[in-house]
T-cell receptor, first 112, second 117 residues
């Protein structure tokens, strides 16, 4: 039962353009959402998060949007840079708890 | 300021042997999580522990897998009688005590890649 879904296994974007990574969830109890970035042979690193009481959170080039009615969130990276090439995981937790459910990831390629 | 340390980075076992994966959390972190990543898949939650306590093991296979986080020393994920299907990358993460400011952001180690021959 995939509670967090990232339907695009990969995405290719030109340097300088916007990257949009999407994530859908099914559990309406999720109240906190996170994005992690992972390079090969390394562990995931936290990128940005959003609480369910907000619909947008911005940190530099990274913005996360949350649409609760659609159970959908997206990560926008602008402008995209070659160093952003990595796998991006969407994750969610419920009721302020510690258990975090991860999506399958989207591999982003940023072409120079 | 050391991050989450996992060892070994690579572990090769023959079918039927035992695998022990170690994880030292970041300093000051009292919560440890274990995840498994199969090839081309995402991270699957296995278990969440605090010192000397298993809080949530809903993602652990019912047999052969166990985890501990003793009062002293690293957290250990133990897989007995390994089978080829156990081959995967195992990631450990840690987090500080839950606060409203840093809500469950987890810090990951580099992982242990287990290969079962």
């Amino acid at each position: 039962d995939q509670q967090v879904k990232q339907n695009s296994p990969s995405l290719s974007v030109q340097e300088g353009r916007i990257s949009i990574l999407n994530c859908d969830y099914t559990n309406s109890m999720f109240d906190y959402f996170l994005w992690y970035k992972k390079y090969p042979a390394e562990g995931p690193t936290f990128l940005i998060s959003i609480s369910s009481i907000k619909d947008k959170n911005e940190d530099g080039r990274f913005t996360v949007f949350l649409n609760k009615s659609a159970k959908h969130l997206s990560l926008h990276i602008v402008p995209s840079q070659p160093g952003d090439s990595a796998v991006y995981f969407c994750a969610a937790s419920a009721n302020g708890g510690f258990k975090t459910i991860f999506g399958a990831g989207t591999r982003l390629f940023v072409k120079a | 300021n050391a991050g989450v340390m996992q060892n070994p980075r690579h572990l090769v076992r023959r079918r039927g042997q035992e695998a022990r994966l170690r994880c030292s959390p970041m300093k000051g972190h009292s919560h440890v999580y274990w995840y498994r990543q199969l090839p081309e898949e995402g991270l699957k939650f296995m278990v969440y522990l605090q010192k000397e306590n298993i809080i949530d093991e809903s993602g652990m296979p019912k047999e052969r897998f166990s985890a501990e986080f003793p009062k002293e020393g690293p957290s250990i994920l133990r897989i007995q009688q390994v089978v080829r299907g156990d081959s995967a990358a195992y990631f450990c993460a840690s987090s500080p005590p839950l606060t409203t400011l840093a809500k469950n952001i987890q810090y990951f180690g580099a992982g242990t890649r287990l290969s079962v021959l």
